[in-house]
């Protein structure tokens, strides 16, 4: 996948969520799609937490995406 189009895609679904930090927990193996790209190949899915809003006292949000878009979001 082109990487100007997997910004778009994970832009497109990180709207309004801010305060992105990766979860402590191991990598798992997952069938389902990347909750960020949509890419339906199975592989290892990285936890991260976020909230929504600008403030830090807004509502924490857990989700998983895949080895790309953890790398794109916070390498």
Known sequence: MIENERKDRIYWHLVGIYNLSPAA???YFGM???SLCK???AGFRYEF???V???HDGEKIKSNC???CFYYLFA
């Open 25 to 27: 927990k191991q990598p």
């Open 32 to 34: 389902s799609p990347c």
């Open 39 to 41: 890419d339906k190949l």
């Open 49 to 51: 937490t976020g909230t």
């Open 53 to 55: 809003g600008k403030h």
């Open 66 to 68: 895949c080895v790309d």
